[in-house]
């Protein structure tokens, strides 16, 4: 009787095994093609900005393949094999590791920061360049160009398009000085709020530190950083607090689901401001947002990455973008994916062998790219962290129920309208 | 199971990184790993029938503890992981005198423990000191002085080391007087108190134990991913994570959790597989609610049980 | 909300853990019906309400049924692999992102001297207690209503009278599933919710229900507004991030001090 068990268990265990083994067989196709390995998470709570990366990528590498693929390499296509991670950092692990298994050369990836890290450790654990499309937290990169300026690590792997918290920081601080300068005020009252958590929490810190920095002549009230627990159910007495504060400017750092009640609450408490300046979040300006909240996000100014409109490349993309995925704007997520496959077969171009990762580094990190459709303040190009010092936000405004870039002057579209009308 | 099945067993799991790719190899290692962690819950919800869904919170409490020494202070998480499996015994021990001084039974514990676990979560998502709700970000040096592996391969035998570990703790302490005391302190509670025994001391030593354990693993959990963040290792989701694999492999079984652990983290795997290519979301949560609605009503002691019945039958 | 939750309690001892996922479909199904029909929740609420009465006999009738003599672990298992089901459901058929109904109402504040009141949250105020009210009429003064109240206090004392307990246990069941549909709609224009909300409601009703008190509807009442109030206050002089944090601080106080709550009876 036990023994039979014996038997079977061991049976199963090695079948499962054996399954298991065998399960991603990568069937070599018959014409070779370069794979690079999309993480994103398409599923879950980041699901919709996760499938926009997606897209954004597919498309690029179509636009890559119909333009003859890689040129110096005999026209080698590229090839995408795609990864969720549910935006569980296990899964980026376990995806980074399966794509890799099936013959995946180059990563991409992966929106949060935590899947991020994790692919992060295979892309050094089995020399794997990978290109960072989004994914804002500082160390991700540091991290690595600490280990190897330590000799801990010979090479770094890890390189990423996309502002760090950081940089959203320093960008917003700035743009919020011009604008201000610009609309010729001097507000000493911004109050800053944001949601709790991750994201909301890098943000702010990012922000707060710039401010310190550049001591601009316009103040924060800095003692009083309003944050609420995201998602929230009820914001009517941070509001409240808000209000006592008699803020001059309100700088919302938002998710979808806070916006949704923060900016009617604003109206319902009826808050004066000059207007509210976002120093960068999601929430203030996609298609769901806008529909939700109508008026209410009407002159709402943020700081986001934000596609450059005004290259006929860009909206030629963007309206293929939004067939494809039935009505949504090509915006950050879209963008910076189709850019970072962009960067990537620029670097394959220029790559000395394509079967050698450090050859494939080596190409990457000297990249200096400037067909990029995403507003960047200069050519791609990475520095000793790995990160791009020129990917930049842009301020945009909702102008007409319509998100459109306003600062910097070069990147407008429309006229800055600050301070608000009055009601 | 008999000693020489066991032997076969775990020579099998011994040889299998020899044979398997990364992927799967990374498949396994999430078992093992899991399996461990739904053993450590097994001392405390299976034998005793405490049931806690609150334990990522002592994943967290051991992965955060040594990820921070290590940061900060240098200690190598060798070390740091025992200190981290101390503070989440010690974190135990207070959830356990609050919840077991004050009689707290089924639904009310269960309670407590989400509270405690949340409250964990919150104040961690509030720390600066500890990343706040960003976390921590494990620089990834493959220095094995730093608990960290260049080859996956290590991994995954410290995985295996640990499952056994946590299952030889659970089989030492069935076989033990402790054990049958845990048994019945799970069956009736009551009838233990009316004859003499300290239930209270039993209890505490199941729920401390249990909490060292499911600590170091937090810290196999932060070495491995390279980055902890409150939501997902205090979050409920780990918990459930926790307790399902030994309530549908079988609580109070020494092998029920492992089968379990072998059972669902590759169903979660290809369900993930499978309906994330058509953008299905947390369809393997919507499985693991139906798994759990069928065990509990047709298969109430879970899958082993139910499986050595039917071989012992056969 | 909580006062289904105690009702449930109250009468077959089981623990819904599916409480907040129910109420999340409720606001779901008033989502639907403002959006496809243009229903106003305001209105719809009562058709929720019907909805998950039914949702709340079938899970009682095929699940719970089965297991009200098993120990309690299983039920609380069971009912987590249910609000599993349910939450994930939603978000497999709604998506992630969090939904929200414009409802005219919504829009609209008071102004009553110096204060600010909030339309929307005042309806709602005013229907729960009507709702309430009515829920106690129908305890306490209907043939129905006063087998509910015998089966919860005394279920071999209601069999020997030849009450049919397993319909008492569904319509139990249906009626607590009846407040939070109703819960939900009225609550989707004020609150944006999502798939996952259904956690944080579920704590908030146990909060409640267990400093009220389990099986008592006044305690579920009085809990509610307590909690409210405490809440708000915190947020007021604590950080309000930490908001969380005192509802969870609270329950756990609660939990050690008075499990049976203020107005509830002793857990048999």
């Not at chain 1, 940089?167 to 609309?183: K, L, P, S």
């Not at chain 2, 020489?4 to 396994?28: D, E, Q, S």
């Not at chain 2, 239930?199 to 980055?227: H, P």
């Not at chain 2, 652990?261 to 290809?270: D, K, Q, V």
Request: hydrophobic share 50%; net charge positive; charged share 15%.
């Amino acid at each position: 009787m036990t023994t039979r068990l014996t038997r079977r268990t061991f049976l199963a265990t090695a079948a499962a095994g054996a399954a298991v083994a065998g399960f991603p067989l990568p069937l070599r196709a018959q014409a070779k093609t370069f794979k690079i390995g999309a993480v994103h998470p398409v599923t879950g709570p980041l699901a919709e900005p996760g499938q926009a990366c997606r897209l954004g990528a597919q498309m690029a590498v179509e636009a890559v393949n119909a333009a003859g693929g890689i040129k110096s390499k005999g026209g080698l296509r590229l090839e995408l094999i795609v990864g969720d991670t549910q935006t569980k950092p296990e899964n980026g692990r376990v995806e980074a590791e399966r794509v890799v298994a099936q013959g995946a050369q180059m990563l991409l990836g992966s929106f949060d920061s935590g899947s991020t890290n994790a692919m992060v450790s295979v892309a050094q654990q089995r020399r794997v360049p990978f290109l960072i499309d989004i994914a804002a937290a500082d160390p991700i990169t540091a991290n690595v160009a600490k280990s190897v300026k330590e000799g801990q690590q010979k090479v770094q792997y890890v390189y990423r398009n996309f502002p760090t918290g950081s940089g959203f920081g320093r960008g917003a601080v700035r743009y919020f000085t011009e604008i201000f300068a610009e609309a010729k005020v001097t507000p000493t009252r911004v109050v800053v709020m944001y949601c709790n958590d991750l994201f909301g929490q890098n943000q702010s810190r990012g922000f707060m530190a710039a401010y310190k920095a550049a001591k601009p002549a316009w103040q924060v009230v800095e003692d009083e950083v309003i944050a609420w627990p995201e998602p929230p159910t009820d914001l009517s007495t941070e509001v409240s607090k808000l209000k006592s504060l008699k803020p001059d400017v309100i700088a919302p750092i938002t998710r979808p689901a806070s916006a949704q009640l923060l900016l009617p609450e604003i109206r319902k408490q009826r808050v004066e401001s000059l207007g509210i300046v976002g120093p960068g979040s999601p929430g203030l300006y996609e298609a769901g947002q806008l529909a939700a909240l109508k008026e209410d996000l009407e002159y709402v100014l943020t700081s986001v990455p934000w596609a450059n409109f005004k290259n006929p490349k860009t909206t030629g993309v963007a309206e293929a973008y939004r067939k494809r995925s039935n009505g949504k704007t090509f915006d950050t997520n879209s963008g910076y994916s189709y850019d970072a496959v962009f960067v990537i077969a620029d670097t394959l171009e220029r790559a000395a062998k394509l079967d050698d990762p450090d050859a494939i580094v080596e190409a990457l990190r000297t990249t200096n790219y400037s067909a990029g459709l995403m507003q960047y303040g200069g050519p791609i190009v990475f520095n000793e962290l790995g990160d791009n010092p020129n990917a930049i936000p842009t301020m945009i405004q909702i102008l007409g129920q319509k998100p459109v870039a306003v600062w910097p002057r070069e990147a407008a579209v429309q006229k800055l309208v600050f301070p608000r009308p009055k009601a | 199971m008999k000693p020489a099945a066991l032997l076969v067993a775990v020579a099998v799991l011994l040889a299998l990184p020899a044979v398997l790719n990364a992927y799967a190899l990374t498949i396994f290692i999430l078992i093992l790993f899991y399996g461990f962690l739904a053993q450590a819950w097994n001392i405390l919800g299976g034998y005793t029938g405490q049931l806690s869904v609150g334990h990522a919170a002592f994943v967290g409490v051991g992965g955060y503890t040594s990820a921070v020494l290590a940061a900060n202070w240098a200690i190598t998480p060798w070390l740091g992981m025992f200190v981290g499996a101390g503070l989440a015994a010690v974190l135990g021990a207070i959830i356990g005198y609050l919840g077991f001084r004050f009689g707290l039974r089924g639904f009310y514990f269960v309670l407590l423990t989400v509270a405690f676990a949340e409250v964990c979560r919150i104040l961690v998502s509030n720390i600066d000191a500890l990343g706040g709700a960003l976390g921590l970000y494990i620089t990834f040096t493959g220095n094995p002085r730093q608990f960290q592996f260049q080859d996956q391969r290590v991994y995954y035998y410290i995985a295996l080391a640990l499952m056994l570990l946590a299952t030889a703790v659970a089989a030492l302490i069935e076989r033990r007087r402790f054990g049958i005391y845990l048994t019945a302190i799970r069956e009736d509670e009551g009838a233990c108190e009316a004859l003499g025994v300290d239930t209270f001391r039993y209890k505490m030593l199941a729920m401390v134990v249990s909490s060292f354990l499911t600590g170091l693993g937090g810290t196999f959990y932060a070495f491995y991913l390279f980055s902890l963040q409150p939501n997902t290792v205090f979050g409920i989701p780990l918990s459930v994570e926790i307790i399902i694999r030994p309530i549908i492999g079988g609580a109070g079984t020494l092998l029920g959790p492992i089968l379990g652990s072998f059972i669902l983290t590759p169903l979660a795997e290809l369900s993930r597989q499978y309906f994330g290519q058509s953008g299905l979301h947390g369809a393997h949560l919507i499985v693991y609610g139906l798994l759990l609605v069928s065990v509990v009503l047709f298969l109430p002691q879970g899958a082993y049980p139910y499986l050595r019945r039917l071989f012992n039958r056969a | 909300m909580a006062v289904g939750l105690t009702l449930i309690f109250g009468v077959m001892r089981v623990v819904n853990f599916a409480h907040g996922d129910m109420m999340v479909w409720g606001m779901y199904l008033a989502f639907v019906l403002a959006t496809r029909i243009g229903l106003d929740p305001y209105l719809s609420f009562v058709l929720c309400a019907a909805a998950l009465f039914l949702l709340g006999v079938a899970v009682q009738r095929g699940l719970v049924d089965r297991i009200v003599d098993a120990p309690h672990e299983m039920q609380i298992l069971l009912m987590l692999g249910v609000a599993l089901v349910l939450e994930n459901l939603a978000l497999a058929v709604f998506g992630p992102e969090p939904a929200r109904i414009r409802s005219l109402l919504a829009r609209l504040t008071w102004e009553v001297g110096p204060l600010y009141v909030d339309v929307a949250r005042l309806v709602t105020f005013v229907v729960a207690i009507v709702l309430t009210l009515a829920l106690w009429l129908f305890l306490f003064r209907t043939e129905l209503g006063r087998l509910i109240r015998a089966s919860a206090d005394n279920p071999y004392g209601a069999l020997v009278i030849g009450a049919d307990v397993r319909r008492i246990y569904a319509a139990a069941f249906g009626i607590g599933a009846a407040c939070v549909g109703a819960a939900g709609a009225l609550v989707a224009p004020i609150l944006p919710f999502q798939p996952t909300t259904g956690l944080s409601l579920s704590v908030t009703s146990f909060n409640i229900v267990i400093i009220g008190g389990m099986g008592s509807l006044v305690g579920a009442f009085i809990g509610g507004l307590l909690v409210s109030v405490a809440e708000s206050l915190g947020a007021v002089f604590l950080k309000p991030s930490l908001k969380e944090l005192f509802s969870f601080g609270l329950l756990i106080l609660i939990l050690l001090l008075r499990p049976a709550g203020l107005f509830g009876k002793r857990a048999t």
